[in-house]
């Protein structure tokens, strides 16, 4: 009996091979191709020229039209709930009839992203608009914030509109920088499901399509499918513009009542010590940013840097489905969430990562810092402080985001050690001395600094030692240019 390449028996049938399988079985017409032209042994079926028409019934009005259970897609690793796969059929249907087609680097339908987070994020429950008393609470909130950081910091305040935003307001002022900094990510993870080749024991049949750029735009899909569920349910988990670490939306600052309000309901404590703490933290993390754009442009190439690594390693999935009970579709998801389906990363992936790490951790450090010292005379600061680092250890909107979406997951241990950084420095050398480190990226510890801080000392000792110029400095030395040398007696 023959070997496949993965080692597995010929007669262990792939998973994506027995679902292309069913695909068939149901009305699809694999000689028609996947853009669904007509060529040798065109079929007479008359979803020929949709070939998804099968699978999603007349009309697309019904995604799991002709019984390929959603079972099926669990076999093949996919964890996705009803809603997001009601989403990712209709956009397959698009994408076959012409109206999901996309000029974006990634193949990726952006409108229908954007049309789909909103209808879960619709389907989740009530998401009333902010009436005009809270709005003008969120200003007031605002005001007070920044004579607090006044106090604390030397950055500048960044003098841009302060608003109340509804989740869907959230989503509509968010998405251009979710495009921005997932795209790369998008591309990359689309591009891979492209095959050069089908390996030459997988059927005909199976082999046009895989030879096609049907997997490409299914990658597509998919990608966007997962991009609107994420999207829907951290709208629903935010309170503010700058949650995950950075602006969402550049040249504005806001704050979403509906969030803080069950967030104080939740902790019992009062809705204005909830929304002043919070007030507090949009501000210092929007003046950070604007008084040094560096840190978003950073932030978005090492998303891209890390996305340039991602490719999908066939032959490590096909083991993978070849240990595990396809029969079980508990199994299989287990198995796919365990990572036994993530692509491995590479040497520069790491890098990228740990630099994406260090970089969150130290602007959530520095605003947790500054936020602890200009809430002091708050009642309830100290409990706030430890419920969002409670957040951040359980996973909080910067962690799930990047796990879900980039496939990154980052580390909320550098965050307190990024904390202790910040205090460290400024009793040492001062407010103003610990906030002009961000001026450049080269004076900002590293994450192996974060860990000790003795040899981020010792490098810095080292930069302030090569950017002086000793032949100047001897120069002024010998003509006498450090003031009148004390006299011999």
Same mark, same amino acid.
């Given at each position: 009996?023959?070997?496949?390449?993965?080692?597995?028996?010929?007669?262990?049938?792939?998973?994506?091979?027995?679902?292309?399988?069913?695909?068939?079985?149901?009305?699809?017409?694999?000689?028609?191709?996947?853009?669904?032209?007509?060529?040798?042994?065109?079929? /007479?079926?008359?979803?020929?020229?949709?070939?998804?028409?099968?699978?999603?019934?007349?009309?697309?009005?019904?995604?799991?039209?002709?019984?390929?259970?959603?079972?099926?897609?669990?076999?093949?690793?996919?964890?996705?709930?009803?809603?997001?796969?009601?989403?990712?059929?209709?956009? #397959?249907?698009?994408?076959?009839?012409?109206?999901?087609?996309?000029?974006?680097?990634?193949?990726?339908?952006?409108?229908? #992203?954007?049309?789909?987070?909103?209808?879960?994020?619709?389907?989740?429950?009530?998401?009333?608009?902010?009436?005009?008393?809270?709005?003008?609470?969120?200003?007031?909130?605002?005001?007070?914030?920044?004579?607090?950081?006044?106090?604390?910091?030397?950055?500048?305040?960044?003098?841009?509109?302060?608003?109340?935003?509804?989740?869907?307001?959230?989503?509509?002022?968010?998405?251009?920088?979710?495009?921005?900094?997932?795209?790369?990510?998008?591309?990359?993870?689309?591009?891979?499901?492209?095959?050069?080749?089908?390996?030459?024991?997988?059927?005909?049949?199976?082999?046009?399509?895989?030879?096609?750029?049907?997997?490409?735009?299914?990658? /597509?899909?998919?990608?966007?499918?997962?991009?609107?569920?994420?999207?829907?349910? *951290?709208?629903?988990?935010?309170?503010? /513009?700058?949650?995950?670490?950075?602006? *969402?939306?550049?040249?504005?600052?806001?704050?979403?009542?509906?969030?803080?309000?069950?967030?104080?309901?939740?902790?019992?404590?009062?809705?204005?010590?909830?929304?002043?703490?919070?007030? #507090?933290?949009?501000?210092?993390?929007?003046?950070?940013?604007?008084?040094?754009?560096?840190?978003?442009?950073?932030?978005?190439? *090492?998303?891209?840097?890390?996305?340039?690594?991602?490719?999908?390693?066939?032959?490590?999935?096909?083991?993978?489905?070849?240990?595990?009970?396809?029969?079980?579709?508990?199994?299989?998801?287990?198995?796919?969430?365990?990572?036994?389906?993530?692509?491995?990363?590479?040497?520069?992936?790491?890098?990228? #990562?740990?630099?994406?790490?260090?970089?969150?951790?130290?602007?959530?450090?520095?605003?947790?810092?500054?936020?602890?010292?200009?809430?002091?005379?708050?009642?309830?600061?100290?409990?706030?402080?430890?419920?969002?680092?409670?957040?951040?250890?359980?996973?909080?909107? /910067?962690?799930?985001?990047?796990?879900?979406?980039?496939?990154?997951?980052?580390?909320?241990?550098?965050?307190?050690?990024?904390?202790?950084?910040?205090? =460290?420095?400024?009793?040492?050398?001062?407010?103003?001395?610990?906030?002009?480190? =961000?001026?450049?990226?080269?004076?900002?510890?590293?994450?192996?600094?974060?860990?000790?801080?003795?040899?981020?000392?010792?490098?810095?000792?080292?930069?302030?030692?090569?950017?002086?110029?000793?032949?100047?400095?001897?120069?002024? *030395?010998?003509?006498?240019?450090?003031?009148?040398?004390?006299?011999?007696?």
């Amino acid at each position: 009996m023959s070997e496949n390449p993965t080692g597995g028996a010929s007669n262990e049938r792939d998973p994506l091979e027995e679902f292309i399988k069913k695909m068939q079985e149901q009305g699809f017409d694999p000689s028609a191709g996947a853009t669904g032209q007509g060529g040798k042994g065109a079929s /007479s079926n008359p979803n020929a020229q949709n070939p998804f028409g099968a699978l999603f019934g007349e009309g697309g009005q019904n995604p799991f039209g002709i019984s390929i259970d959603p079972e099926d897609l669990k076999n093949m690793g996919m964890s996705f709930d009803p809603a997001m796969m009601q989403s990712m059929f209709a956009q #397959v249907q698009a994408m076959f009839s012409g109206a999901g087609a996309s000029d974006s680097p990634s193949g990726v339908n952006w409108d229908n #992203v954007k049309n789909q987070t909103r209808q879960m994020l619709a389907s989740m429950g009530e998401d009333p608009s902010v009436p005009e008393n809270l709005k003008r609470a969120v200003e007031d909130a605002a005001n007070l914030a920044d004579l607090w950081l006044d106090a604390v910091t030397i950055i500048e305040r960044h003098n841009y509109p302060v608003q109340a935003w509804s989740k869907a307001e959230w989503v509509e002022h968010s998405f251009d920088s979710w495009r921005e900094m997932v795209e790369p990510v998008a591309a990359e993870v689309t591009q891979s499901m492209v095959m050069p080749g089908a390996p030459e024991d997988v059927p005909e049949e199976i082999s046009q399509i895989l030879n096609s750029g049907f997997l490409n735009n299914i990658g /597509s899909v998919i990608f966007g499918a997962q991009m609107a569920q994420a999207l829907a349910q *951290l709208a629903g988990e935010v309170y503010s /513009s700058t949650d995950v670490g950075f602006p *969402l939306a550049p040249g504005s600052s806001a704050l979403l009542p509906n969030g803080y309000q069950q967030l104080a309901e939740s902790i019992e404590v009062p809705p204005q010590e909830v929304l002043l703490y919070l007030a #507090v933290r949009e501000s210092a993390l929007i003046r950070l940013h604007k008084a040094n754009p560096w840190l978003r442009e950073d932030l978005v190439q *090492l998303v891209a840097r890390y996305a340039r690594g991602i490719r999908v390693d066939m032959n490590r999935m096909q083991d993978a489905a070849s240990q595990v009970d396809m029969s079980n579709p508990d199994a299989v998801q287990e198995a796919f969430e365990g990572g036994m389906f993530s692509p491995q990363r590479t040497e520069d992936q790491e890098l990228a #990562v740990q630099r994406l790490e260090g970089l969150l951790a130290l602007i959530e450090g520095w605003v947790s810092v500054v936020t602890e010292d200009a809430t002091r005379n708050l009642p309830k600061a100290p409990q706030l402080t430890e419920i969002m680092a409670r957040r951040r250890i359980d996973g909080g909107p /910067s962690e799930q985001v990047f796990e879900n979406l980039v496939g990154l997951e980052l580390r909320p241990r550098l965050v307190r050690e990024a904390q202790q950084f910040w205090r =460290w420095y400024e009793n040492a050398h001062g407010i103003e001395a610990r906030d002009g480190l =961000w001026d450049t990226p080269e004076t900002l510890p590293t994450p192996a600094e974060l860990e000790d801080f003795t040899a981020y000392d010792a490098r810095m000792n080292e930069i302030s030692l090569d950017d002086v110029d000793f032949d100047s400095e001897l120069q002024k *030395l010998l003509d006498g240019g450090f003031g009148d040398a004390p006299e011999e007696k």
